[in-house]
């Protein structure tokens, strides 16, 4: 498979402010976005959503009825549209896109891709990676978890060229306890185990370990499952993956080899990997 590039066209210049226009536009969009925002999540806004919601406001321009933006569980949550518009907002020369091939399976429906965006021609690159297969997406977009990683890489790659952290919705899978919206936001797929404003994924976090220390992805799914206590992982409360991913990080830390020792005591166990 070969890469491509996706060349951004900026019409929009953030810098220049001719008589106070942006300024004015910025606090039209303040009030545009305090309205909508209740509109759509009436019983769930409250105050602290509401500043930060401003300070997103003024800091990026996002538009909740443009669909920038999503509030779940009391956290704001950028969209891959909300950052593509940022991106053109910024200037943003464009993104080069190029599968993973060593961290990925195709015949398992397992993808993984580096984003690099530049922010401008001088640009060096801020690299983002993605991936998916069926046990971390959505079952509303089960079958297309190329597109998906695609997703997950940009969008990692553009909070990073931004300073946005913010995960993205495309970025995460299915989301347990999830703050339903109204209206026509509904047709958005939900994610799960996602983070807040700020944060990030455990499964970042896990598969980071992983790369890091060149761990055996299958057996460390196999340990997380004896771990948690479950048939599968995907049966797992985000809690108890949490704990796990913690005891992980400090066991790799603390006796690597000891580590190895539990993990391969999962040989025989046939699972996918994590």
């Known amino acids: 498979m070969s890469s491509f590039y996706i060349p951004i066209v ?20 303040v009030r545009e976005n305090s ?11 409250n105050k602290s959503c509401m500043r930060s919601l401003r300070l997103l406001t003024i800091s990026y321009r996002f538009s909740v009825a443009c669909g920038d933006l999503l509030l779940l569980e009391n956290g704001w949550y950028v969209t891959h549209a909300g ?6 907002r910024r200037r943003c020369v464009g993104m080069h896109v190029e599968p993973a091939t060593e961290f990925s399976e195709p015949s398992a429906a397992r993808w ?9 021609a001088r640009c060096k690159g801020f690299v983002g990676y993605g991936d998916a297969d069926s046990s971390n997406v959505s079952f509303r977009v089960q079958g297309a978890e190329m597109r998906v990683a695609e997703t997950r890489a940009v969008n990692r790659a553009l909070r990073k060229a931004y300073g946005i952290g913010i995960c993205s919705v495309e970025e995460i899978g299915s989301f347990k306890g999830q703050t339903e919206p109204t209206g026509e936001s509904r ?14 994924t455990v499964r970042d976090h896990l598969c980071q370990i992983i790369r890091q220390h060149k761990l055996d992805p299958n057996l460390v799914k196999a340990y997380a499952v004896d771990f948690t206590g479950t048939k599968a992982l995907r049966d797992a409360t985000r809690e108890q993956v949490e704990k796990f991913v913690a005891h992980l990080a400090d066991s790799v830390e603390k006796d690597r080899d000891a580590l190895n020792c539990q993990l391969n005591s999962y040989l025989g166990q046939k699972e996918g990997a994590v």
Request: charge should be positive; glycine fraction near 10%.
């Open 83 to 88: 950052l593509l518009r940022l991106a053109r």
């Open 10 to 29: 900026i019409h929009l210049d953030d810098t220049a402010d001719p008589g106070g226009t942006l300024v004015r536009s910025i606090r039209s969009l």
């Open 187 to 200: 047709k958005t797929p939900q994610p799960t185990n996602g983070n807040g404003y700020g944060g990030r």
């Open 35 to 45: 309205s909508a925002a209740k509109s759509q999540w009436a019983t769930h806004i």
């Open 112 to 120: 993984a891709f580096k984003a690099t965006v530049y922010k401008s």
